[in-house]
């Protein structure tokens, strides 16, 4: 069983603020680690994905990794509005399907 | 590009009526995927194929749900018969797979689904 856990929230951060969302996940061979947002009643959209250990920065966002303790985190810097939306942890085990989490719902307050 | 196409956006239909669900994946992409979404169990694969072979169908529920891919640019998900509990909505997804590499998964726009 490959398990994907999120605190599903709600997160409930004041604009400019920096929203943290953590995931842990079970299967020790995991290998690609992703973040999709989606907004209520969309798609999931991918905004982040990181293969090795450590930090990937783009733009606002930072994606953190350590796969000893397996563990993954998203941070959002400067939080807008625009941001409140529910975020997804997916987990790829190296056979080109997702497991994902059941997501953590944040709400940025202006 | 005009991204995942999936049909109908919405399906109202009653307990024990055939249902039908269709996807268009990304133009060039070789490997489709087919999703499950609930309040209760969030996003969960269903199946996945990959140059239209089904890759791995662990997560399909039960024999009430069948998926083919006939051909590059077009699967169907099919249940028969519905019950209630298959209310959801799915969500088609695409992406290029070439060796070991993981490509971005395109999402459609889903199909909501009631079951009465």
């Known amino acids: 069983q490959k398990e994907v856990e999120q605190n599903s929230g709600p997160l409930s951060v004041p604009e400019g603020a920096i929203a943290s969302l953590n995931c842990t996940y079970s299967?020790?061979?995991?290998?690609?680690f992703f973040w999709y947002r989606q907004y209520s009643g969309k798609s999931p959209e991918l905004i982040m994905s990181i293969y090795s250990n450590g930090d990937k920065e783009d733009g606002r966002f930072t994606a953190q990794l350590n796969k000893a303790s397996q563990y993954v985190s998203l941070l959002i810097r400067d939080s807008q509005p625009s941001d409140s939306a529910t975020y997804l942890c997916?987990?790829?085990?190296?056979?080109?399907?997702?497991?994902f989490g059941t997501g953590t719902r944040l709400t940025v307050i202006p | 590009d005009a991204g995942v196409i999936q049909s109908p956006r919405h399906e109202v239909t009653e307990m024990g009526q055939e249902v039908t669900l269709r996807c268009k994946p990304i133009?060039?992409?070789?490997?489709l995927f087919w999703y499950r979404q609930t309040m209760m169990r969030g996003l969960e694969l269903l199946i996945y194929?990959?140059?239209?072979?089904?890759?791995?169908d662990s997560g399909m529920p039960e024999d009430r749900f069948s998926a083919k891919m006939p051909n590059a640019s077009f699967s169907t998900l099919k249940i028969q018969p519905s019950e209630p509990r298959d209310s959801a909505v799915y969500f088609c997804?695409?992406?290029?797979?070439?060796?070991?590499?993981?490509?971005?998964?395109?999402f459609g726009p889903g199909t909501r689904l009631t079951v009465l």
């Open positions: 194929f990959n140059n239209n072979v089904p890759i791995d």
């Open positions: 997916a987990v790829e085990p190296g056979a080109n399907n997702l497991f």
């Open positions: 299967d020790r061979v995991s290998q690609s």
């Open positions: 133009s060039g992409h070789n490997s």
């Open positions: 997804a695409s992406n290029l797979r070439e060796g070991h590499d993981t490509d971005t998964q395109y």
